[in-house]
Nanobody, 118 residues
Framework: VQLVESGGGLVQPGGSLRLSCAAS????????MNWYRQTPGKERELVAS????????DYADSVKGRFTISRDNAKASVYLQMNSLKPEDTAVYYC????????????WGQGTQVTVSS
């Protein structure tokens, strides 16, 4: 099983980034996909979620209207389009796959750094 994030980097306030997470080794469409973020000394925070079929999405209040989560089950990938970025969006962003199949199954990616700074 692998989740590989990409697309992080340095961006100025007000700018945009698109994160990608490529999955392999499991039945991607059966899993809810999530983006989390974490800054030093703080707990990992849920940013956005998308259902297996892509029909339902949820967002943290702090990113509503600025971030969009999407998925392509044919490519086993999930994306996070981040617009109007703010310095407080600076964090390591993680991709997480979760499902309950007799038991809870959770997979995490290794994370990608997003830095919003002028």
């Amino acid at each position: 099983v692998q989740l590989v994030e990409s697309g992080g980097g340095l961006v100025q306030p007000g700018g945009s980034l698109r994160l990608s997470c490529a999955a392999s080794g499991f039945t991607f469409s059966s899993f809810v996909m999530n983006w989390y973020r974490q800054t030093p000394g703080k707990e990992r925070e849920l940013v956005a979620s998308i259902s297996g079929g892509g029909g339902r999405t949820d967002y943290a209040d702090s990113v509503k209207g600025r971030f969009t989560i999407s998925r392509d089950n044919a490519k086993a990938s999930v994306y996070l389009q981040m617009n109007s970025l703010k310095p407080e969006d600076t964090a390591v962003y993680y991709c997480k796959a979760s499902a309950t199949i007799f038991r809870e199954i959770v997979y995490w990616g290794q994370g990608t750094q997003v830095t919003v700074s002028s």
